[in-house]
């Protein structure tokens, strides 16, 4: 089972930018489907974006797509999301997810965050208007 921590979290102005990371610790990581969640206050928690093993099938929710951004390094157990050009409404706990990837899926994500098995605490993130 793989352990997650996030960091980068913080307070920031609209339109700018943070990067969020992902330490897992454990020897799964390598071979887990990797996805970003956030929930706000009185909302239920929602897709972000998501990432095969292998890096090379990336998902993203509508409303970030061509501002995130969602890569990993399985060398050094890390997953990031970079994040420019916020908005308020980006204002959440962000959540980092985990779970084995089937053997034949190079390119798999998921965006169901009922398919995840491993979470970590969050990492609060606020953009000021």
């Known amino acids: 089972q793989v352990q997650l921590v996030e960091s980068g979290g913080g307070l920031v102005q609209a339109g700018g930018s943070l990067r969020l990371s992902c330490a897992a610790s454990g020897r799964t990581f390598s071979r887990s489907i990797m996805g970003w969640f956030r929930q706000a206050p009185g909302k239920e928690r929602e897709f972000v974006a998501s990432?095969?093993?292998?890096?090379?099938?990336?998902s993203y929710v509508d409303s970030v797509k061509g501002r995130f951004t969602i890569s990993r390094d399985n060398a050094k157990g890390t997953l990031s999301l970079q994040m420019n050009s916020l908005k308020p409404e980006d204002t959440a706990v962000y959540y980092c997810a985990a779970t084995a990837a089937p053997f034949y899926s190079e390119s798999l994500y998921y965006t169901n965050a009922q398919q995840y098995t491993a979470w970590g605490q969050g990492t609060q993130v606020t953009v000021s208007s």
């Open positions: 990432i095969s093993w292998t890096g090379a099938g990336t």
